[in-house]
């Protein structure tokens, strides 16, 4: 039930400045995490969101008035009385200049090249399930392309040539002229909240689970292409995607996902081409497993009887183990979820009426239920879950909360349709310890001060 605002009033909340370094102050986090001083890095988010929380944001400058009567409602405004713009002023349309400060983030001390790098989405500005394409994550290893789709070809080989009845060749135009679907799906980088994994390292929930997001996306299922090229599925029973950028990323993806038509040879997002950032003509789309698989910038898919154990699978995005073994081929994104609003660099104006939201999502299948505490976990309420909530997908959930003005720990806990429970911090460490970067999908916690102001904190 929703409270009314007339019994509680509704408090006013401070959005989370979206940006908290200059070039400069980027540069030095570069400098010290490359001379190994790590710590740096949280200290440097720490100083700048003190910093940066003072300014309001473009769109929340102009607080109601008091006195006689607000002059925002008394005097008609310009754009009541004037002629406004022409129309297709621009030909493709743009955010309003009130919402500039919307944006991708990259990392300081993540990477130390700008071209193998990750930009992080706003995760506490959006709306929905899904992200709009300019404010997609990012994650590359050799920079981005704006490829020519004309020149771009799509190879289906085998590691044997009896692996399949003939080697085919696709252009996009006719790729494009297959029969085509298109899914809601979410795509989240591997390393998400990795920096998490052994302590407090980031302030708000854009740099703390920022590399994730979530499109339509519309294609051809890989399948259609592999049974054009006769593919031989008892023997060919893994496929290894390769990508054109320099990077020439190649990952492993088992013959059971492609068999069960989810695994997408995609060209489209959010119903027009994919962005050249998101892979642009041609990328794969893998439901619910890192976004490391969902190879972009697609020339090449080889069929094969065993892994590949390529590169980035053999030496990158491996879990090391408490015990000292590498745990491989983890590709599945656990259930996971995060409250976006209220999160860390949030300030909180007033005592009263809030609505607590957030995003859940699981690879293995629809989340089933997400609850959510203000206490730290000591009590539990069931969130409302949006719309309709889709497999391998983004769910958006919301839930009534009356803060009191007293301090809180505000967390949530998704479950999925095959009952898995998204752990606490201490229940996943006890399983995968604290040396790992990947599949971090503990429960978050943000703590609301007296004051009103969010933080992130980790409780075990």
């Known amino acids: 039930m929703i409270v009314s605002v007339d019994d509680k009033p509704a408090g006013r909340l401070i959005k989370a400045p979206e940006n908290f370094l200059d070039a400069a102050g980027v540069r030095q986090v570069f400098v010290e995490g490359k001379a190994g001083r790590r710590g740096f890095i949280r200290q440097a988010f720490a100083a700048a969101v003190g910093a940066a929380a003072a300014p309001a944001v473009l769109a929340q400058s102009n607080p109601v008035g008091t006195g006689e009567g607000d002059p925002n409602i008394l005097t008609l405004p310009e754009h009541s009385t004037g002629l406004g713009q022409a129309v297709v002023t621009d030909g493709y349309g743009k955010p309003s200049k009130y919402e500039v400060n919307v944006q991708r983030r990259q990392s300081p001390g993540l990477t130390q090249t700008t071209q193998a790098s990750v930009s992080f989405a706003p995760l506490q500005s959006l709306f929905g399930i899904v992200t709009p394409s300019g404010l997609h994550f990012e994650r590359h290893h050799q920079g981005w392309w704006d490829i020519d789709p004309s020149k771009h070809r799509l190879m289906i080989n085998g590691s044997e040539a009896s692996m399949l009845k003939k080697a085919m060749v696709f252009t996009m135009d006719e790729i494009m002229r297959l029969p085509s679907l298109s899914r809601f799906h979410f795509i989240e980088c591997g390393a998400n909240t990795g920096m998490e994994w052994g302590n407090v390292a980031v302030p708000t929930v854009q740099y703390s689970h920022g590399m994730l997001s979530c499109s339509e996306f519309t294609g051809v299922p890989l399948r259609i292409l592999l049974d054009m090229a006769g593919v031989d599925y008892k023997r060919a029973r893994y496929v290894l995607a390769e990508g054109a950028d320099g990077s020439s990323m190649t990952r492993t993806i088992p013959m059971e996902m492609i068999e069960s038509g989810e695994v997408l040879v995609a060209y489209g997002q959010n119903g027009e081409m994919l962005r050249p950032e998101n892979g642009y003509p041609l990328r794969l789309v893998v439901p619910g497993v890192q976004g490391v698989s969902w190879v972009k910038y697609l020339r090449r898919i080889e069929v094969g009887d065993k892994p590949y154990a390529a590169k980035d699978e053999a030496i990158h995005y491996i879990d090391l183990m408490p015990g000292g073994q590498h745990r491989q081929y983890s590709s599945i994104q656990e259930c996971k979820s995060v409250v976006t609003t209220p999160s860390g660099g949030q300030v909180m104006l007033d005592k009263g009426f809030y609505n607590i939201s957030g995003l859940a999502w699981s690879g293995q299948g629809k989340i089933k239920k997400v609850d959510v505490s203000v206490d730290g976990g000591r009590n539990w309420r069931s969130a409302r879950l949006d719309g309709n909530v889709m497999s391998k997908c983004l769910t958006r959930f919301n839930i009534d909360w009356v803060w009191d003005g007293k301090p809180a720990l505000v967390q949530s806990r998704a479950t999925d349709e095959t009952g898995y429970v998204q752990p606490s911090y201490?229940?996943?460490?006890?399983?995968?310890?604290?040396?790992?970067?990947?599949?971090?999908?503990?429960?978050?916690?943000?703590?609301?001060e007296e004051n009103g102001e969010v933080k992130n904190v980790q409780l075990s």
């Open 426 to 448: 201490g229940a996943l460490r006890a399983q995968r310890g604290t040396r790992s970067i990947y599949h971090n999908h503990s429960i978050q916690t943000w703590l609301v």
